[in-house]
């Protein structure tokens, strides 16, 4: 079995079946919940640590913020639940905590719980927890057959700089020093904070930033929140050459690499948001539209091929 999220089966199965809630947050596709409160409207996101590495404090925290951004949302607060194992050394709490107050005071969030347990577990887990709000809820029903899918972003950004940081021994060995410099920078990339701005003003019915899984996990995931059909054409999905030579190099798919950085958007007038992404310094690009079958396609000429559901992510054989 593959680290990460369960199957689609076996959340509709076990878990989906057996909640009475009717919040958007539950379904398929979705990265964070809406809470109406008397006056705002509160919008809470998770993310799991399952595996440490140099960096994932960050990495987490703006992966977080990233959901809270694609409905429509301002983050607030940070809350987090570490579990370590039975034996640990204090100082490797110390660090954690030291590194997740930096990435918060960064986005200017403040974290307002902590709590860490033992547990018999092999390496740290991390439960991120982060809340914030919104005055322009994006919602999925409003999504429609016949929308256009847009990408915000470039692919796999997310999980090259975290292997580039990992491996970048390694990639010495067949990389000039500047080209992995180029890689590592990759982790400032990972935000989606300006893009959904952007999108939103231009007239975004629904995001879906990337994440776990990479883009073809993001496609099939806005498919299933409105079970619905896409289409979409490969060629148009924009890829940087840093991550091509990485994927290549290490035997990785990056279609299906950790792609957080990444923004998929609906809107009934795509070219509107692609222009105004490009004309905010921000690459953005009409990929593919909603349809009004179940079929969830990618086109590559002349060859039709249909995605599979999410599987795990490239990135966890690496971490």
Not at 87 to 96: I, L, T, Y
Not at 193 to 207: F, H, L, Q, R
Request: net charge negative; aromatic share 8%.
């Amino acid at each position: 079995m593959n680290p990460g999220k369960v199957s689609e089966v076996t959340y509709k199965r076990a878990i989906l079946k057996n909640l009475n809630s009717k919040n958007e947050g539950v379904k398929l596709g979705v990265n964070s919940a809406n809470i109406q409160l008397e006056d705002i409207t509160a919008v809470v996101s998770s993310n799991c640590i399952l595996k440490t590495f140099d960096g994932c404090e960050e990495f987490y925290v703006q992966r977080s913020i990233n959901s809270i951004c694609e409905k429509g949302g301002v983050p607030k607060s940070l809350q987090l639940s570490i579990t370590m194992p039975l034996e640990f050394e204090e100082k490797e709490v110390n660090r954690m905590i030291k590194n997740f107050r930096k990435s918060a005071d960064s986005h200017n969030v403040e974290i307002n719980q902590c709590n860490v347990y033992r547990g018999a577990t092999e390496g740290p887990i991390i439960n991120i927890f982060m809340i914030g709000t919104t005055g322009n809820l994006l919602k999925s029903d409003s999504i429609k057959p016949g929308m256009d899918v847009i990408m915000a972003g470039t692919l796999a950004i997310g999980g090259t700089s975290v292997i580039a940081e990992r491996y970048k021994d390694k990639l010495a060995g067949k990389f000039s020093g500047r080209f992995i410099s180029e890689c590592l920078e990759l982790k400032d990339y990972t935000s989606t904070e300006k893009a959904s701005a952007i999108a939103i003003d231009a007239g975004a019915v629904y995001m879906h930033a990337v994440s776990e899984g990479g883009l073809f996990s993001g496609l099939w995931e806005v498919a299933s929140c409105v079970d619905k059909g896409i289409q979409v054409d490969i060629n148009k999905i924009p890829i940087w050459q840093q991550v091509i030579e990485i994927a290549e190099f290490m035997d990785i798919n990056p279609y299906l690499l950790e792609g957080s950085g990444s923004l998929l958007i609906v809107s009934p007038d795509g070219y509107k948001i692609e222009e105004s992404l490009n004309a905010n310094g921000i690459y953005g690009k009409v990929i593919g539209k909603i349809t009004d079958n179940k079929n969830r396609v990618v086109i590559n000429g002349d060859e039709t091929r249909y995605l599979e559901p999410p599987r795990g992510d490239e990135i966890y054989k690496f971490i």
